[in-house]
C-alpha cells in the first residue's frame, strides 16, 4: 500500500501563491505517476497536474496551465504543487493521488479512476 499526507493548504487573497505537498510512504516504487486533483462544494473531484516519478513528465489542466507548477524529489518521495496567480475559483480541497498507470497519454492520468490511492485533501481557499 502506499500512503499520501497532503499539507501547505491555508486562505489566501486572489493573486497569491501557495506551495501544497505531498508525502507518500509505503510500496511507493510500485507508483509510476502522482496526480493532484480538486474538488469544489457542489462539484466533481476534477484534475489540476500529474507527473511521472522517474522522467518528470508533466500533464496540466488547461485551467491552470502556466500558473501551476508540479514537481517532485525522489529521494523524499514527496511531489509539490506551486500555485501561483490563485483565484477564487481555485478554492477547494486538493487531493494527492498515486497510480501505476504505464501510459504516457495525458488523458489517461486526468481521469480519477487511473488512481489508485489518494490522500485526505488539504483546503485551498482563495479570497477575493
Known amino acids: 500500500q502506499v500512503q499520501l499526507v497532503e499539507s501547505g493548504g491555508g486562505l489566501v487573497q486572489a493573486g497569491g501563491s501557495l506551495r501544497l505537498s505531498c508525502a507518500a510512504s509505503?510500496?511507493?516504487?510500485?507508483?509510476?505517476?502522482m496526480g493532484w486533483f480538486r474538488q469544489a462544494p457542489g462539484k466533481e473531484r476534477e484534475f489540476v497536474a500529474a507527473?511521472?516519478?522517474?522522467?518528470?513528465?508533466?500533464y496540466y489542466a488547461d485551467s491552470v496551465k502556466g500558473r501551476f507548477t508540479i514537481s517532485r524529489d525522489n529521494a523524499k518521495n514527496t511531489v509539490y504543487l506551486q500555485m501561483n496567480s490563485l483565484k477564487p475559483e481555485d478554492t477547494a480541497v486538493y487531493y494527492c493521488?498515486?497510480?501505476?498507470?504505464?501510459?504516457?497519454?495525458?488523458?489517461?492520468?486526468?481521469?480519477?479512476?487511473?488512481?489508485?490511492?489518494w490522500g485526505h485533501g488539504t483546503q485551498v481557499t482563495v479570497s477575493s
Open positions: 507527473i511521472r516519478w522517474t522522467s518528470g513528465i508533466t
Open positions: 493521488a498515486a497510480s501505476r498507470g504505464t501510459s504516457y497519454s495525458g488523458t489517461y492520468y486526468s481521469t480519477a479512476t487511473s488512481y489508485g490511492y
Open positions: 509505503g510500496r511507493t516504487s510500485s507508483y509510476n505517476v
